[in-house]
Structures are given as C-alpha cells and as structure tokens.
T-cell receptor, first 115, second 112 residues
Framework: GAVVSQHPSWVICKSGTSVKIECRSL??????MFWYRQFPKQSLMLMAT?????????EQGVEKDKFLINHASLTLSTLTVTSAHPEDSSFYIC???????????FGPGTRLLVL | AQSVTQLDSQVPVFEEAPVELRCNYS??????LFWYVQYPNQGLQLLLK??????LVKGINGFEAEFNKSQTSFHLRKPSVHISDTAEYFC??????????FGTGTRLTVIP
C-alpha cells in the first residue's frame, strides 16, 4: 500500500515553454500533497504544501506564479512550471499524506531539463 | 525551530560490516522521526519511523534505529551491509501534522 506515482519520470523542454508534472496517490486518499525540489547531491527543499480543494501554501522564496500547483482531487496534484528556464532544471519530487496520518509517501520523482 | 543534522556526508563501509548513520535533531516540542533511503534517480522510500512507544524501531531491509531523547539522536544501524544498500539516506523530523524537515543526507557506499 501507500504508493505514489509521478508522470512523467523525465522531461526535456525548450526555454520558455511550460511543463506539467502529475502526482497521484494510487491506493489512498491524499488530503495533503507536498512538492519538493532536489538539486544534485543535496537534500530535498520543500516548495509548497497543498490541501485538496484549497490553494497551495508556498515556502518563502518560491514563486507561486511560476510554480502553479493544483490539488483538485484526493488522488491527484499537479505542478506546472510556467515559462521554464534552464535554472529550473532539477529533480522534482512529490509526496502525499492521508488525513490524520503522520507519514508522507514519496513519488519516484521527475527530472526536468530545460534547454 | 526544528532542525536535523546528519554529520556524516559520506560513509564508506566494507560489505558485511556493520554501519551506523548518525542523525541529531533539535526541537522544542515532541517530534516524529523518520529515515528515508533514496536510490539513484529515484524518489524516497520510507525505511522506518518513530512516532511513540518503544525507542528501538525496526525497519525494512534489516535496518533499525534508536530514539534517544536525552541525546536528541535517532541513529540508523545495520549489523551487516550489502552492496545493494549503497544509496543516499535522509533523516527527517516532523512535529505533529506539520512539514518534514530533512537532514542533508548521508551517502552510504558499500565496498565489495
């Protein structure tokens, strides 16, 4: 149980285009989903927290207009990187948590390369 | 404020030897503690967690960790490592239903 999937697993795009990443909880209802960014050989940096049906809460320094998060259902959250630039290239990981639970379950990550 | 410290950025160890990966945390309130493992180009997999109760927690793949409140530590141990244990290990802390705070990670390399 507690499986989280992400799609796509990797994406290459041109500078200026937008990229959407999906995060799904496959066997549980995720009332809260988290989006992280990880640079090479570094730890995970929390970007934002989203509760189903509510606006996402962004961490300090994360541009909400650039990283659009939608959590419209209990099993799906999406992260859209708008007008991507090479500095947005990174490994993006989502996690999901059930209502009242303490544990986050992580997706396999999406590697984004912006040329 | 919460913080998690993993003092060892890299730990090389020979196959079948024991290993300990250190984790210390700071928090003014009770915390939940987690260890996650990350294999190359993959997400994080939960190894084990401490929420309450017994301070010795057993996880998957033969790993265990001990919560020590007086030393604010949650070190991860395995009595005999395998090549397949080579990965990045992250310690994390959480207060209640709040967010996870991650340490900077420890790269475990098992040498044949």
């Amino acid at each position: 149980g507690a499986v989280v999937s992400q799609h796509p697993s990797w994406v290459i795009c041109k500078s200026g285009t937008s990229v959407k990443i999906e995060c799904r909880s496959l066997d549980f209802q995720a009332t809260t989903m988290f989006w992280y960014r990880q640079f090479p050989k570094q730890s995970l940096m929390l970007m934002a927290t989203s509760n189903e049906g509510s606006k996402a809460t962004y961490e300090q320094g994360v541009e909400k207009d650039k990283f659009l998060i939608n959590h419209a259902s209990l099993t799906l959250s999406t992260l859209t990187v708008t007008s991507a630039h090479p500095e947005d290239s990174s490994f993006y990981i989502c996690s999901a948590r059930e209502l009242g639970a303490e544990t986050q379950y992580f997706g396999p990550g999406t590697r984004l390369l912006v040329l | 404020a919460q913080s998690v410290t993993q003092l060892d950025s890299q730990v090389p160890v020979f196959e079948e030897a024991p290993v300990e990966l250190r984790c210390n945390y700071s928090s003014s309130v009770s915390v939940y503690l987690f260890w996650y493992v990350q294999y190359p180009n993959q997400g994080l997999q939960l190894l084990l967690k401490y929420l309450s109760g017994s301070t010795l927690v057993k996880g998957i793949n033969g790993f265990e960790a001990e919560f020590n409140k007086s030393q604010t530590s949650f070190h991860l141990r395995k009595p005999s490592v395998h090549i397949s244990d080579t990965a990045e290990y992250f310690c994390a802390a959480q207060t209640g239903a709040n967010n996870l705070f991650f340490g900077t990670g420890t790269r475990l390399t098992v040498i044949p």
